[in-house]
C-alpha cells in the first residue's frame, strides 16, 4: 500500500515537473509537429459531457495533442485552466464552458493572446461570438431537440388515449429542466411544451424544476412530485437523459412499469443507458444528441484553425452565419434505435 503511494507521488511529481516545462513539453506528448489543442470539459461528472470527451479523444489520436481539462462546474477554475494552457503555448482552444455568460472573458483571454478558440456544447451568445474573428463554434440548434422531443410527445399521446388517465382531455405533465440559462435548457422547455400545444393538445404543467441535467437530483424531484400528484402526473418531459433515468428511477420504485402500471418519459441525448430503457419499454423515446459528431467537428476545426488553415478545409462540415457548426437532432424511438446505438458505440 504505502509503496504504490510512493510510487504514485513520484509520478505525480514527473508529471508536474513535464507539464512546467511549458511549450515544447506539451506538444512533444503527442510526437512531433502536431498541434496542441487546449481541451476544458465544463464537469467531467455530466453524462453526455463524458461522450463527447471520448470523441474527442478518438479523434484527436495521432493528428494532435489534446491538453484535458475537468472544469468541476466552476468558471473561475476554468479562466485559470486556460491562463495556465496559454501560458504553457498551446495552438488553439476548444472551451466547453461552465457558464454561458462567461463567453466574453474567455475570448479576451485568447485575443490577447492571439489564438483561435472553438466553443462547443454551451453556445455563447450571438454578440460574443461576433466580438472574435478567431472564434467558432459547434454544437447544435437548440431549439431543434425541443421540437424533435414535442414530436414525439404528441404522436404518443395520440396513439394513446389511454395515457390521459383522468380523462380530462388534457396532458398533465411535470418537467426536468437542465441548467437554467444553458441555451439547450431553456430552448428544450419552451419548444417541447409549445410544439405540443401547437398541436393542438391541451396541457397542464403539474410541476416544472431544474434537476442541473443530473440523475440523482432528478429522481428526488420525482420522489417529491409522486408523493405529491401520484397518478394526477400523465407525462415525465427531462431536457436530458441524465434526468430521464433519474425519474424512471423513482417511478419503478413506485411501482411504475410492472402490472399495468404506465408512465410515459422522454429524454433527449440517446446515451447508451437510455437506449437499454427503451428497450424494456421504461422510456417511449429520446432525441439523438450527436456526442460522436460534435467531438469530431470540435477537433476537426480547432486542428485546422490551431495550424493557421481554414476551420473547414479537409471536412464536410458548414458553418452557418454566426460561424457556428451545428449537428442535426435525430428522433429515437424503438423504430430506429439501431442508428442510435451505432452513435454511441
Ligand atoms: C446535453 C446534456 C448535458 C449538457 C451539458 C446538453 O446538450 O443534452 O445532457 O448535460 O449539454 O452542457
Ligand atoms: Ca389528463
Redesign the pocket.
Known sequence: MKKSLALLLVLALSISVFAGCGKKAVETAGGGDLPTIGVTI?KYD????SFVRRAIEKNAEGSATLVLNDSQNDQAKQNEQVDLMISKGVSVLAI?LVDPQAAATIISKAKDANLPLVFF??EPSATDMASYDKCWYVG?TSAE?GIIQGELIVEAWKANPEWDKNGDGILQYVLLK??PG?P?AEARTTFAVSTVTDAGIKVEELELQTGM?DTVKAKELMDTWLSKHGDAIEFVIA????MALGAVSSLQAEGYFTNDKFMPVVG??AIPDVLTKIEEGTMIGTVL?DAANQGKATVDLSRNVGQGKDPLEGTSWILDETKAVRVPYVAVTMENIEMAKKSYE
Open positions: 465544463y455530466d453524462n453526455f459531457m466547453n456544447n454551451k447544435t431537440s437542465g441548467e444553458h439547450d441535467w431536457n436530458n437523459d441524465g433527449v441525448d444528441n
